[in-house]
């Protein structure tokens, strides 16, 4: 498997504009999980699904941010109008629940947003 | 509120030596804890857990103790080796099947020297 796969890596944009970050979970994972990295809050959760649907989105910070999940294989998360201080690294990762504690979530790469 | 704290953010330690890696919680509902390590511009990967019906879980360099009654973990890698130079997050989870939402630490940056 190709792991979570995170669109675009990088995305550098004007404070205002609407960004759109894209996720692909690993296939058959019925979880997906929005993670924002800073250096003061480290992981914080900003919203997860269970099979498309949302179950928490009490991490998200503002109404500027709205996440998706349109199917088992895709996932948006858009920040309209975007601000200098949501610049960070934004992660997708994705897991399995099959009824052990034993599971874990697998992380993408990464999308790192620079708002100027 | 941070839930889970890694207070120290960076740690160097010398090849072959031991790194020991901190992490405290205050939720007494957290049941499962993992550590997590990043590499640069990578996502984070997992590398060791553990149950709170235990206190010490190992595989291979890397050992997880954990104190319930301190509220406290730490991760021990012997021997160090340059390769385990990243940043290592701690995390936890509740009881339940209900997500597996997990709360992250803010990372410590450990740095093994040759």
């Known amino acids: 498997d190709a792991g979570v796969i995170q669109s675009p890596r990088h995305e550098v944009t004007e404070m205002g504009q609407e960004v759109t970050l894209r996720c692909k979970p690993i296939s058959g994972h019925d979880y997906l999980f929005w993670y924002r990295q800073t250096m003061m809050r480290g992981l914080e959760l900003l919203i997860y699904?269970?099979?498309?649907?949302?179950?928490?989105d009490s991490g998200m910070p503002e109404d500027r941010f709205s996440a998706k999940m349109p199917n088992a294989s895709f996932s948006t998360l858009k920040i309209q109008p975007s601000e200098p201080r949501d610049s960070a690294v934004y992660f997708c990762a994705s897991s399995f629940l099959g009824g052990t504690r034993e599971d874990t979530q697998y992380f993408g790469p990464g999308t790192r947003l620079t708002v100027l | 509120d941070q839930q889970v704290k890694q207070n120290s953010p960076s740690l160097s330690v010398q090849e072959g030596r031991i790194s020991i890696l901190n992490c405290d919680y205050t939720n007494s509902m957290f049941d499962y804890f993992l550590w997590y390590k990043k590499y640069p511009a990578e996502g984070p990967t997992f590398l060791i857990s553990i149950s709170s019906i235990k206190d010490k879980n190992e595989d291979g360099r890397f050992t997880v103790f954990l104190n319930k009654s301190a509220k406290h973990l730490s991760l021990h890698i012997v021997p160090s080796q340059p390769g385990d130079s990243a940043v290592y997050f701690c995390?936890?989870?509740?009881?339940?099947?209900?997500?597996?939402?997990?709360?992250f630490g803010t990372g410590t940056s450990l740095t093994v020297i040759p």
């Open positions: 699904f269970n099979n498309n649907v949302p179950i928490d």
């Open positions: 995390a936890a989870t509740k009881g339940g099947f209900g997500g597996n939402q997990f709360y």
